[in-house]
């Protein structure tokens, strides 16, 4: 007989003999409330293998609305602890390796390794590391290391413990990170004071903060015309 039985059978023999107690506690409301049920709020069951045999169901049921709470409580963890992403992007997952090159028209974040090309239309977003190019529309490197060329449609932007070993090429940049290779933004330039750049940069527009740390040729351009002789009056 399983726990489920022996708490009907308790319940039932219980009631019987309150009806025929001689106080008479069984008949009317004082029987209801003398035994009124108890159920707590929390527990826990124990049972043995032939108690998860019970026919009716009752402790197996216990059983797995523990599980799947626990179950829950544990995805909850897991959920917290993952990277928000775009809606609809791609994620490539830390602790994920892919060889081979990557090409995609949604947008992508990579927390894994990728060891191969990366060809992105939208918005590319590397906390990882990249043994290839990487071309996107927008780019924005969190603490990586890319080695190879990087070439972005519009903006490109890199953290302080980012890392391009390679060529970068955008419309506008800003660089708080490490380049070792040359530089080409045809819009603004800002370089913060934690930039080092060891390659020739040519830009529109410059801003660089104290503390930047260049070692190259810097050229800065107006509209698509450079800085020439023509600019300085003959003699």
């Known amino acids: 007989m399983g726990i489920m039985d022996n708490l009907k059978q308790a319940v039932t023999e219980l009631a019987g003999q309150d009806e025929k107690s001689p106080t008479g506690a069984g008949d009317g409301e004082e029987a209801s ?4 049920p108890f159920v707590p709020e929390s ?15 009752g402790v197996k049921e216990m059983i797995n609305n523990d599980a799947s709470a626990r179950f829950s409580q544990n995805l909850d963890i897991v959920v917290a602890r993952t990277p928000a992403t775009v809606a609809g992007g791609t994620v490539i997952a830390a602790g994920t390796v892919v060889d081979g090159n990557i090409s995609s028209n949604e947008d992508v974040s990579i927390f894994g390794v990728v060891n191969g090309d990366v060809l992105n239309a939208n918005k590319l977003v590397i906390h990882g590391e990249v043994a290839g190019s990487i071309s996107a529309k927008d780019v ?39 380049v070792k ?8 330039g800002i370089f913060k004071r934690e930039a080092i750049v060891l390659g020739n940069i040519s830009v529109g527009t410059i801003v660089i903060e104290g503390g930047a740390k260049m070692r190259g040729f810097i050229t800065t351009t107006s509209g698509d015309k450079e800085v020439d002789e023509d600019f300085f009056p003959q003699k």
């Open 43 to 57: 527990y826990s069951v124990r049972v043995s293998d032939e108690e998860e045999q019970d026919d009716d169901g």
């Open 33 to 36: 409330k003398a035994f009124q």
């Open 140 to 178: 924005n490197l969190v603490d990586c290391i890319i080695a190879g060329n990087v070439v972005a449609q519009n903006n490109t932007e890199m953290t302080k413990d980012s890392c391009i070993l390679g060529d970068l090429t955008t419309e506008n940049v800003v660089v708080s990170g490490k």
């Open 181 to 188: 290779g040359n530089i080409e933004a045809k819009g603004n």
